[in-house]
């Protein structure tokens, strides 16, 4: 299915109605997002707002103190109930790295992606150079999945097949 937002940007489509649902969609993620900011931004500092894969609109946030840091994401097609959509789990392990502790949330829906760019950003507005994470034997049923999705956001990946363990780190 083409996404709403390319078709509007692309005017692939004539078609009256089909037009109207895209907006109609659009108008509605942006009345939930300005709900949701409201919430989110009275518990959490706001990163951004972003799409996904698919042109959905979602809302990135953080909760930071001296010790950890932690990505969110909240989609704008639900509202916000004080729980994120997606996360991701690190800690500060001293002055030069950022440690990936988990990361939760649905698959192949682009949030990952979206969350691990501004991990990204907050590593290098600290001028934290290093970020780190282990791939463990609980991962292993999609340990594929996991290296792809590394890879293309050039972490460094080592895996030990019979150890059913690996290690991943990305430098700024």
Request: aromatic share 10%; proline share 2%.
């Amino acid at each position: 299915m083409v996404s709403s937002f390319a078709l509007l940007q692309d005017n692939r489509t004539d078609d009256p109605e089909e037009l109207k649902e895209v907006l109609e969609e659009l108008e509605f993620q942006v009345f939930r997002m300005q709900d949701n900011l409201k919430e989110i931004a009275k518990r959490s500092k706001v990163l951004g707002i972003d799409q996904t894969k698919e042109d959905k609109w979602v809302i990135v946030y953080t909760s930071e103190d001296e010790n950890s840091c932690k990505i969110m994401l909240n989609d704008c097609e639900s509202s916000y109930k004080g729980q994120w959509d997606f996360s991701i789990h690190a800690t500060f392990t001293d002055q030069n790295s950022i440690h990936i502790g988990d990361i939760k949330g649905p698959a192949n829906k682009g949030f990952g992606s979206i969350c691990i760019d501004y991990l990204k950003e907050v590593a290098k507005g600290q001028n934290i150079p290093v970020i780190t994470g282990d791939i463990a034997e609980r991962d292993w049923n999609h340990v594929d999945r996991l290296v792809h999705f590394y890879e293309k956001h050039d972490f460094e990946v080592e895996i030990d097949y019979d150890e059913k363990a690996g290690e991943i780190v990305w430098r700024a």
